[in-house]
């Protein structure tokens, strides 16, 4: 370690500049940014699964539409951020083999199942509203190509929660089954939803050193609060009740107050025992070993241009 250079970096961080791949380090700064931004693209990648499970089932061809779409843009958001992940020095096969080895996360929220056409409109309005919470401020991230990739991620997440919240009102002005079966989706995702951000701030590991270089600019919790305080009401103007009696709003803090979450659950999905993980992970082998002819045609082609421009 180097403390003169380490105050020098932290004194620019502090400043609010932004680093870029050529400045000097931390080597801990940028291991945790490969692994934030590497696992931020398996989530993306990986969400591709549960949402297009319903392509096929759309109940309109303009549902079709927007779910292909959304879809198509989580595949362009992971290749976004891998490229980010690239900046930092990580090979992107690296990257894939600890993600297919189970060495590397992605986020706990796609390894629940999508049983209904309502789980598409809940993953646009709350999986999508959360990532944006957290997707926001790491637009002003400290590590500029991740800060960068986030300006364009945020406008299309925007086009995916808007197309879910549209999707959960018609259901909840529609039939009583369909509002029935937007409730059953809420009561299934709400919870696991709150996971996505993360544990606690006492039991985040990370937290601390992403605070001090400015990689997160809140924490777990105060992007948890925020996320409940904008969707609550949005929930309750659906006509919708949410699976947790203790919600109540606080006229002091002006939050709302939430129940206790399970943690237990938290750690066991990410242990690789959740619902749908190996099902998830079985689908991310077969795709990788499916692709592996375009992996080579486009690497025979790069050789075969660079032997040219070579010659
Ligand atoms: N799922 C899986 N792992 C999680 C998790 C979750 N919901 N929340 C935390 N973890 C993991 C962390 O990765 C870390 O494990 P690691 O050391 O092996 O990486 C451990 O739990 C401790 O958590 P920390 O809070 O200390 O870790 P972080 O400081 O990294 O915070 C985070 C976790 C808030 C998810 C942060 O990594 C982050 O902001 N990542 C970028 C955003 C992201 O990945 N979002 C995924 C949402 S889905 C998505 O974006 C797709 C969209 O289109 C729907």
Redesign the pocket.
Known sequence: SDPEREKRFQARIDAEERIEPNDWMPEQYRRTLI??IS??AH??IV?MLPEGNWITRAPSLKRKAALLAKVQD?GG?GAYLYAAAETLGAAREDLEDELLSGKA?????FNYPTLSWADIGIIGWL??G??IM??IP?CRCSYGPYARAMIRVCKE?SF?QRQGYEIMLALCRGTPEQKAMAQEALNRWWWPVL?????SDKD????ET?MRWKI?RFT?DELRQKFIDATVPQGHFLGLTFPDPALTFNETTQHWDFGEIDWTEFKRV?AGDGPCNRQRMKQMRAKHDNNAWVRAAALAYANKRQQRAEA
């Open positions: 692994r934030q696992q931020h989530s993306e969400g989580e958001h996360k992605y986020s706990s929220i999986v999508d959360a990532a957290n997707q790491l997440e995916h996971m996505m951000f993360g544990p985040s590991q990370h937290t992403a997160k777990n990410i």
